[in-house]
């Protein structure tokens, strides 16, 4: 393998990874609405039919090329269909951030709104809904990794490399989530954001990358400094606690001298 061709492997595989942040993160917070025992196959079915779909896009990158033909002109801006796929999977991203968000914030609702959200806690429909977003982010990922290199191996590695990466951080990535709320709420903030980006995208308003995720760096980075503030308070809270159950159990008058005891190093009288 040239030189080339090695820095085009790596910077793929970097790009593949970074790209997929997104995705775990909804993958995250769409698989643990699921009941314990289905999680992991639905991350897993839902990522293994990702794979399985971007090589398919990746064989059909003939077509794939094609979706950034305009198809038709509104207000003298140019529709491709590049475009109307960014444009439907912000729109359901935001949807879906909202949705999530507002069944958090306002727990009062969740009766009310049982009924329309227990569709999404299905195991199939979950999966599928997995499989949508990948695409929206895969054809973005897949257009650039074409335009770096067209040796189809090397893309193909690339996206299993970023795959297994999301197969072994996922598990422990929703484990975290669940067991911290606030860190959910940021997540579907960044969802919000990655959803409007996508949006202005399919709009013809480009948005560096970089400003996005050094923006949700800086709020991750803000938010393990919380839960690092969060752990140490209850561990002061518990050690508080525990030298009071400790002082609580002692008797009464352990600590006073008995009567008629005589103090260490006291003159005796004669």
């Known amino acids: 393998m040239d030189a080339e061709l090695a820095v085009a492997l790596f910077a793929l595989i970097g790009m593949e990874v970074v790209l997929g942040i997104d995705n775990l993160v909804f993958i995250a917070i769409l698989s643990n609405r699921l009941p314990e025992h289905q999680r992991v196959s639905a991350r897993r079915i839902g990522l293994g039919l990702a794979v399985l779909m971007r090589f398919a896009m990746l064989a059909g990158t003939t077509w794939l090329l094609t979706l950034t033909r305009p198809l038709f002109t509104v207000a003298g801006m140019e529709i491709s269909g590049k475009d109307l796929i960014l444009l439907a999977g912000g729109l359901f991203l935001i949807g879906k951030a909202v949705m999530e968000i507002h069944h ?6 969740q009766a009310d709104t049982q009924a329309a959200n227990a569709a999404t806690a299905l195991f199939w ?9 990948d ?6 990922s897949i ?7 067209r040796e189809f191996w090397v893309i193909a590695t690339a996206i299993v490399v970023s795959v297994l990466a999301m197969l072994l951080s996922m598990d422990a990535l929703s484990r975290f989530m669940e067991r911290n709320p606030t860190v959910v709420m940021l997540a579907l903030a960044f969802l919000v954001m990655i959803g409007m980006v996508l949006v202005a995208e399919g709009l013809g308003f480009h948005v560096p990358k970089g400003f996005v995720y050094v923006a949700m760096a800086f709020a991750a980075a803000v938010e393990g400094l919380n ?7 209850r561990r002061r809270r518990a ?5 009071g159950a400790d002082a609580a159990s002692r008797p009464a008058g352990a600590s006073m001298v008995q009567p008629g005891a005589t103090q260490a190093g006291a003159p005796q009288q004669g």
Do not use: N, Y
């Not at 429909?125 to 977003?133: A, D, E, G, K």
């Not at 257009?143 to 290199?149: E, G, I, Q, W, Y």
């Not at 050690?239 to 030298?243: D, I, R, S, V």
């Open 104 to 109: 958090r914030v306002d727990p009062e609702s």
């Open 125 to 133: 429909p979950s999966v599928f809904q997995i499989l949508l977003l």
């Open 135 to 140: 695409m929206v982010f895969s054809v973005d």
């Open 143 to 149: 257009l650039a990794a074409v335009a770096l290199t």
């Open 227 to 233: 839960l690092l503030a969060k752990r140490a308070g």
């Open 239 to 243: 050690a508080a606690q525990a030298a």
